[in-house]
């Protein structure tokens, strides 16, 4: 049932670019495993081994914090609608901040949303998909509105001292790399 690739496929690609959500997984080798639902218009796939994806302020900042000692990620896509299927992408990860030119170079792939806080590029080596079978179907109504929402509302200096005192140290206590704009 579960098929492994190379490469995302035009027929992946398709099939990510119509997902609403997303799972990422990370791990440091030692400490607490993540796993974060990402969601809104976010994810990106620029060729057949690379995507990048609009990381968006958060109460933690786990996935930067475990991506500085460990760049293996794991990125899964669920279809709640539809044939069923599970895409995994594996591969090794890098965390672009606003002030790094590789962010720069790539936040217009994205709509503005306030409180974007990385940008995260991955290099695919696996791509595996499985049956999905037990997935269940769930109907998409509407992206929620309360983070831009509340980031809008922080205003820069707000949301900066936010995301200096929440993103800057994970939950085991590992410096997440965030970078005071």
Same mark, same amino acid.
């Given at each position: 049932m579960a098929k492994m690739y190379t490469k995302i496929s035009k027929e992946q690609e398709e099939f990510i670019a119509n997902q609403k959500i997303f799972f990422v997984g990370t791990a440091a080798t030692e400490g607490s495993v993540n796993i974060s639902p990402k969601g809104m218009d976010t994810f990106r796939v620029l060729n057949s081994n690379q995507v990048i994806w609009l990381n968006l302020t958060g109460s933690g900042n786990e996935?930067?914090?475990?991506? !500085? +000692? %460990? +760049?293996?990620?794991?990125? *899964?896509?669920?279809?709640? $609608? #539809?044939?069923? !299927?599970? !895409?995994?992408l594996y591969g090794n990860a890098e965390i672009y901040h606003e002030s790094d030119s590789f962010y720069q170079q790539y936040i217009h792939h994205f709509p503005k949303i306030e409180g974007s806080r990385?940008?995260?590029? *991955?290099? =695919? %080596? +696996? =791509?595996?998909?499985?049956? #999905?079978?037990? =997935?269940?179907? *769930? $109907?998409?109504?509407? $992206?929620?509105?309360? !983070?831009?929402?509340?980031? $809008? +509302?922080? #205003?820069k200096d707000r949301l900066s001292k936010y995301q200096e005192e929440k993103n800057s140290i994970s939950i085991d206590g590992f410096d997440t790399g965030w970078k005071h704009e």
């Amino acid at each position: 049932m579960a098929k492994m690739y190379t490469k995302i496929s035009k027929e992946q690609e398709e099939f990510i670019a119509n997902q609403k959500i997303f799972f990422v997984g990370t791990a440091a080798t030692e400490g607490s495993v993540n796993i974060s639902p990402k969601g809104m218009d976010t994810f990106r796939v620029l060729n057949s081994n690379q995507v990048i994806w609009l990381n968006l302020t958060g109460s933690g900042n786990e996935t930067a914090a475990h991506l !500085l +000692k %460990n +760049k293996r990620m794991t990125i *899964m896509f669920c279809a709640f $609608e #539809g044939k069923p !299927l599970i !895409l995994r992408l594996y591969g090794n990860a890098e965390i672009y901040h606003e002030s790094d030119s590789f962010y720069q170079q790539y936040i217009h792939h994205f709509p503005k949303i306030e409180g974007s806080r990385q940008i995260i590029r *991955m290099q =695919v %080596n +696996k =791509v595996q998909t499985s049956c #999905g079978y037990a =997935v269940p179907f *769930m $109907e998409f109504q509407e $992206e929620r509105t309360q !983070l831009q929402s509340w980031a $809008e +509302k922080q #205003g820069k200096d707000r949301l900066s001292k936010y995301q200096e005192e929440k993103n800057s140290i994970s939950i085991d206590g590992f410096d997440t790399g965030w970078k005071h704009e």
